[in-house]
């Protein structure tokens, strides 16, 4: 089973993001989210920011998430 990531865009150089999550950063490539800007969350998969979400809805999916103790 694949799950995609809520994380937040603290960097851009060019196509590469590098986001953060729970104090972790990691690069994600923004090929598929050319307009995505410092300061939103993105949802990765696989190396991918593949959809740009609101900050309200991250905060929801980590509440479940924590719920179910993933």
Same mark, same amino acid.
């Given at each position: 089973?694949? @799950? ?9 150089? *060019? %196509? @590469?993001?590098?986001?953060?999550? %729970? !104090?972790?950063?990691?690069?994600? %490539? @923004?090929?598929? @989210?050319? *307009?995505?800007?410092?300061? *939103? ?5 696989? !190396? ?5 979400? *609101? ?10 998430? !924590?719920?179910?103790?993933?």
């Amino acid at each position: 089973m694949c @799950l995609a990531f809520p994380a937040k865009i603290v960097e851009i150089k *060019d %196509s @590469l993001a590098t986001v953060e999550r %729970s !104090g972790v950063k990691r690069d994600a %490539s @923004l090929m598929l @989210l050319p *307009d995505a800007k410092i300061g *939103d969350y993105v949802l990765i998969h696989a !190396g991918f920011a593949i959809q740009v979400v *609101d900050e309200e809805e991250t905060k929801l999916r980590d509440e479940v998430l !924590g719920a179910i103790n993933v």
